[in-house]
Nanobody, 126 residues
Framework: QVQLVESGGGLVQAGGSLRLSCLAS????????MGWYRQAPGKQRELVAA????????YADDSVERRFTISRDARKNTMYLQMDSLKPEDTAVYYC???????????????????WGQGTQVTVSS
């Protein structure tokens, strides 16, 4: 089993920045790709960014890629999401996700599964 704990959410004005962190514990050697999903009110949860164990990254779209940076520190068992130039439409609950080795990033877009954190609220005011 893997436990994930997010931190770093909060309220920020448009144009501001936040950095989310996700600390993994438990059977961390089983973790392959990790990612950040978000769920806005009334919408489905969607993958925002993902990173493989080897450090390959992927972003949901160009807007996210221009403003967000996903990274992970294997020594600290921690994944990060640096979010800059935040917009009101980025408001959502952000969830940390970890998949077992062998699950690819394309699969992370297609199927929601693996281990989840409790979520952290990000609110961007206009």
């Amino acid at each position: 089993q893997v436990q994930l704990v997010e931190s770093g959410g909060g309220l920020v004005q448009a144009g501001g920045s936040l950095r989310l962190s996700c600390l993994a514990s438990g059977s961390t050697s089983s973790i392959g790709a990790m990612g950040w999903y978000r769920q806005a009110p009334g919408k489905q949860r969607e993958l925002v960014a993902a990173v493989t164990s080897g450090g390959t990254t992927d972003y949901a779209d160009d807007s996210v890629e221009r403003r967000f940076t996903i990274s992970r520190d294997a020594r600290k068992n921690t994944m990060y999401l640096q979010m800059d130039s935040l917009k009101p439409e980025d408001t959502a609950v952000y969830y940390c996700n970890a998949r077992v080795r062998g699950i690819t990033i394309p699969t992370m877009y297609q199927r929601q599964g693996g281990y989840w954190g409790q979520g952290t609220q990000v609110t961007v005011s206009s």
